[in-house]
């Protein structure tokens, strides 16, 4: 079992920067990638931003392309997404994700990841 647990969300102004981190334990050396997900109130979670954890290959959907950032630091099996210039669009519950499916190579359905954070909340104000 791998656990995820988030952190660094809050309330931003729009135009303001944002960074999530998500720290993994347990059975981590099975993960394959790492995302970030998110949900916002009445819609359907949507993927943001994948990252292959040992070759590094990110991918992005393409409303965030330019602004948000994932990275990993294999040594503290954390992933964060920096994220800027943020929109009200933004706000969401955002959610950490995990695979271990060695076949993943940017995938976006959920059903792809294996493991989830208990989300954080991301509130942008226009």
């Known amino acids: 079992q791998v656990q995820l647990v988030e952190s660094g969300g809050g309330l931003v102004q729009a135009g303001d920067s944002l960074k999530l981190s998500c720290a993994a334990s347990?059975?981590?050396?099975?993960?394959?990638?790492m995302g970030w997900f998110r949900q916002a109130p009445g819609k359907q979670r949507e993927f943001v931003a994948g990252?292959?954890?040992?070759?590094?290959?990110?991918y992005y959907t393409d409303s965030v392309k330019g602004r948000f950032t994932i990275a990993r630091d294999i040594a503290k099996n954390t992933v964060y997404l920096a994220m800027n210039s943020l929109k009200p669009e933004d706000a969401a519950v955002y959610y950490c994700?995990?695979?271990?499916?060695?076949?993943?190579?940017?995938?976006?359905?959920?059903?792809?990841?294996?493991?989830w954070g208990q989300g954080t909340q991301v509130t942008v104000s226009s």
């Open positions: 990252i292959n954890w040992i070759g590094g290959s990110t």
């Open positions: 994700a995990a695979t271990i499916d060695s076949s993943w190579y940017g995938q976006t359905g959920v059903g792809w990841w294996d493991y």
């Open positions: 347990g059975r981590t050396f099975t993960i394959y990638a």
